[in-house]
């Protein structure tokens, strides 16, 4: 007989553990919900403001290209001089740094 009460009482501790476990696994789920909607929202406006800024810049981007265009087309000798000295420069640079890293390796 006393064992039959000491196997109901626990079989009825363990039914109340499983009822607290599904009660705990019930709160749990709900606050990965809340929480699973907040970075979904987080994330939503992060990916707007990103979207704006990214049109903003491309907007600003065409807008200054329209300008040096316009510029080049007005002056193309001035243009022409500019580009090639830039890419005189761009040249010398690249030979300096080229001789600067050999002479570097002879040591």
Do not use: C, W
């Not at 600003?60 to 001035?78: C, M």
């Amino acid at each position: 007989m006393a064992d039959a009460n000491l196997a109901q009482d626990t079989r009825a501790n363990i039914e109340a553990q499983i009822i607290e476990l599904r009660n705990e696994m019930g709160r749990l789920s709900k606050s990965l919900q809340a929480r699973a909607s907040d970075v979904a929202e987080d994330a939503e406006d992060a990916f707007e403001t990103v979207k704006s800024r990214a049109a903003g810049a491309a907007k600003t981007v065409r807008r200054q290209a329209h300008v040096v265009s316009e510029a080049i087309g007005e002056n193309p000798g001035t243009a022409a001089a500019v580009l090639s000295s830039a890419g005189v420069m761009g040249l010398l640079v690249g030979f300096a740094a080229g001789y600067i890293l050999a002479s570097g390796t002879r040591r």
